[in-house]
């Protein structure tokens, strides 16, 4: 016994986050979709849930619910073990790549020095449970909606795994947390040094969790819901954490390797420093919000649970507080998760954002932009920051004329790739019209 | 290069020489407008054939018409575009009208178009929320609604229904304008000229919608006319063909307006044409509601009808085409047999032209461009 716990002693830490993380995520999840549907509404002139809970709080809670206690359907000429299998392993690619992902400077499970070859890796894998899901259900719809997955994740994650070569470049390392170290050493977080890469890394990484336009795998008005048109129930919200999760691991890569991590926005200005104190107050004022919104609900229950809101946020505010004022040294340490969840956010509302403004592309075309301009792009852009890099460490140019003139030459070349894309386009519409 | 739009092309080999899939899209899909039933043969995702399986929602209206008095039917054929009722409604009553030889009053024609443009209007932004949906764009839909929610309420105020409205009688209007109708349709027109031009700033010139729209689904002049191919998917290709200025009815042939034509035939031009009919559709219920003459709004025809035996046919310009019915009256108060050519199940003929050799998202949007009612097509 002694040495059992002997053993575990130096990883208890990370036993804790991960226990945390399997716990809290599928409630984020839940979070996240309902902030998904709030934001929807707010662009097209709704209100959005708002019957479970005071303004809809409860909702996630009551989807959940009600996927947990749906009758759980295998179609008969599915082929059962597959099937079964499928979306764990979709969930478990999905929660595993969080393993690495650094919420702060204290809060990371491994700090691996393949860190973010390992995220990349571990999350590419939920494919398989994709195009198994697909093929097990034994319908066209769900085969067509695998098939068209796995050729969208295997040409995007390519143009975005370039893009993220960019930012190792700068970084130095694989390691997730030096990253985020090497920004704050800097001084700039990397969206400022390589902004092209920011943005082939944006597109790549709605795609490769297949949201919209790029929702091709789903595609519900064409081919009903993809690879999970035979699911139900349990099974269903399994793949649903996993897509989520995904957003929230491509949010956080991208948050890790371009808008420098756990740190708070403009780190060195010294005058800026009250800074610190917005967490805690931002925090405090959602509370307020949250107590002032309470008296006014129609019922005592959800009375009662905006006034619960309001005293959780509180709870959450004072450590915030703490780190802020009495114990500077925890400050990097508490603050960091929540700059770090406040920049996921950010990203993770961008792609809302796009979901709600865009039609959604072809497949044809999805494979055309991503193949004849986001691939040689992203390779353009590795070697001029490779070239620009170079330039600043061995001839000493300084780093932002160097990494300047690296992003003018690749904008240079994107516009050369859009203007022959538009070529061939215009070439392929002549075609069509003489076969017609 | 073989022609592999035209209908009578066959592929007996795939280009992996695998396997041909067959899916049925529909009865019950997302974007099938209904219960169509489109069994689709695919290459991968390339269409090589399709069939259109309807009747899913057939009631036999037209059988239903003889054993109803005239008066009695009239309600009936609001059932069938149940987007448009209001344009069905006209085209019945214009048609028994002219089996009684009997004309409505210069007030009742004025009015009736007022209330037909709105329900183009009404039904076109339907048509243009749905087919956005079916593209992938998920807000403009909600937009589209908000104006056609103006429109129900003025259908509302005048005749107490929204949807299936009944509004016009054989003979005339059962009903007076209702105080501030003029004002309230003004309002609406003003205010949706600007709506109109935001749509299009969402939607025109987006990459990806034109994308997706432009070269899909090409239906050249000479095609559309063999299929019988009517109203925006005719003009798309070219053809200045609109019964409201080839044959003008009700109070059209007093109002300034112009018929929008495309020139490729593909998607996209579909949808220029009908945005610029919501133009123009603003443009004459802007000028009909600036001069409605006064007087009655009944024809003295009597309240039992009887037409005289013979046979008639007469046909509007609905939202979606052509809507033209043929009534045969055997002297008796019941039409001894009606048949109605409804625009959406003519239109939808064309669906397979259009489909071939395109991709499964395509079909999507061909779908929708057609603008196809299902209670229409099964009648």
């Not at chain 1, 068209?148 to 295997?154: C, F, T, Y």
């Not at chain 2, 349709?185 to 709506?195: A, G, L, V």
């Not at chain 2, 603003?282 to 025809?301: D, K, V, Y």
Request: hydrophobic share 50%.
């Amino acid at each position: 016994m002694q040495s059992i716990i002997e053993f575990l002693r130096p990883h208890a830490l990370p036993l804790l986050y991960a226990v945390l993380i399997v716990a809290v995520l599928p409630l984020l999840a839940g979070y996240v979709v309902l902030l998904e549907r709030k934001v929807m509404a707010d662009m097209q002139a709704r209100l959005g849930p708002m019957r479970v809970g005071p303004h809809g709080l409860l909702q996630p809670i009551a989807d959940a619910l009600k996927l947990l206690l749906k009758e759980d359907i295998i179609p008969e000429r599915a082929d059962k073990w597959i099937f079964w299998m499928a979306p764990l392993i979709s969930v478990t690619a999905g929660l595993l790549a969080f393993a690495a992902l650094p919420f702060g400077p204290g809060f990371l499970i491994a700090d691996l020095n393949i860190g973010l070859l390992f995220i990349v890796a571990i999350s590419s894998m939920g494919i398989f449970g994709i195009v198994l899901g697909g093929w097990a259900s034994n319908s066209h719809y769900s085969l067509m909606g695998a098939l068209r997955s796995a050729a969208q994740l295997v040409s995007y994650e390519v143009a975005g795994g370039m893009a993220l070569v960019a930012g190792v470049l700068l970084a130095g390392t694989l390691s997730t947390r030096e990253m985020v170290d090497a920004q704050a050493a800097q001084g700039v977080w990397f969206i400022f040094l390589c902004p092209v890469a920011f943005f082939i890394y944006l597109v790549a990484s709605v795609a490769e969790t297949n949201r919209a336009p790029f929702d091709m795998p789903e595609a519900e008005s064409e081919l009903v819901a993809g690879y999970m048109t035979e699911f139900s129930g349990f099974r269903w919200s399994l793949y649903f954490l996993a897509e989520y999760a995904n957003m929230i691991v491509v949010a956080g890569i991208a948050t890790t390797l371009f808008l420098g991590g756990g740190a708070r926005p403009f780190g060195g200005v010294s005058w800026l420093r009250p800074l610190d104190f917005f967490p805690p107050l931002f925090f405090v004022g959602v509370a307020g919000f949250c107590f002032y919104r309470a008296p006014k609900q129609p019922v005592l229950v959800q009375k009662l649970v905006m006034a619960a809101f309001g005293g959780l946020f509180l709870l959450l505010a004072l450590p915030l507080g703490v780190a802020a004022t009495i114990l500077p040294a925890w400050k990097a340490a508490v603050h960091g998760g929540f700059w770090f969840v406040a920049k996921v956010m950010l990203y993770i509302y961008v792609f809302l954002w796009i979901r709600f403004t865009f039609p959604r592309y072809r497949f044809d075309q999805l494979m055309h932009l991503g193949w004849f301009f986001l691939i040689p792009l992203s390779i353009v852009n590795v070697m001029s920051l490779g070239i620009g890099l170079v330039l600043h460490r061995q001839a000493g140019w300084s780093l932002p004329v160097a990494l300047g003139l690296s992003t003018l030459a690749t904008l240079v070349v994107a516009l050369y790739l859009a203007h022959v894309g538009e070529q061939r386009a215009g070439i392929s519409d002549t075609e069509v019209e003489s076969e017609a | 290069m073989a022609d592999t739009r035209s209908p009578a092309f066959t592929v007996e080999q795939t280009v992996l020489g695998a396997d041909e899939i067959i899916i049925n899209m529909g009865p019950q899909h997302p974007s099938t407008h209904g219960v169509l039933r489109v069994k689709l043969r695919l290459d991968g995702e390339r269409v090589i054939g399709s069939e259109c399986i309807i009747g899913y929602l057939h009631r036999g209206v037209e059988k239903i018409a003889e054993h109803r008095t005239y008066t009695q039917f009239a309600p009936y054929v609001d059932r069938m575009d149940y987007v448009a009722a209001v344009s069905n409604g006209l085209g019945y009553c214009e048609t028994v009208e002219k089996l009684l030889g009997a004309e409505a009053p210069p007030r009742a024609r004025v009015v009736r178009t007022i209330l037909t443009e709105l329900q183009r209007i009404a039904s076109h932004l339907l048509w243009l929320g749905t087919h956005a949906l079916d593209i992938g764009a998920l807000t403009p839909i909600f937009y589209c609604l908000r104006e056609r929610e103006e429109i129900l309420k003025i259908f509302e105020k005048y005749c107490g229904a929204r949807l299936t409205t009944h509004a016009f009688r054989i003979g005339g209007l059962q009903y007076e304008t209702y105080d501030g109708f003029e004002q309230e349709t003004r309002r609406f027109c003003e205010d949706f000229r600007i709506k109109v031009d935001e749509y299009e700033r969402l939607l025109t010139e987006n990459r990806i919608w034109v994308g997706r729209t432009k070269g899909v689904g090409i239906l050249t002049a000479q095609q559309a006319i063999d299929l019988g191919v009517t109203g925006p998917p005719l003009r798309a290709c070219g053809v200045a063909w609109d019964i409201r200025k080839a044959m003008p009815y009700a109070a059209y042939d007093q109002y300034q307006f112009d018929i929008p034509t495309g020139k490729n035939g593909d998607t996209y031009d579909r949808y220029l044409v009908r945005m610029e009919e919501l133009r123009q559709s603003i443009r004459i219920c802007l000028q009909a509601i600036e001069n409605i003459p006064s007087g009655p709004i009944m024809a003295r025809i009597g309240k039992v009808l009887k037409p005289p035996p013979g046979e008639v046919y007469h046909s509007i310009e609905a939202p979606k085409g052509e809507i033209g019915y043929y009534i045969v009256s055997d002297g008796t108060t019941q039409p001894y047999r009606v048949r109605v050519r409804p625009p959406s199940f003519i239109n939808l003929q064309a669906f397979d032209t259009m489909v071939r050799g395109h991709l499964v998202a395509d079909v999507v949007a061909i779908i929708g461009t057609l603008d196809i009612v299902l209670g229409e097509v099964d009648r």
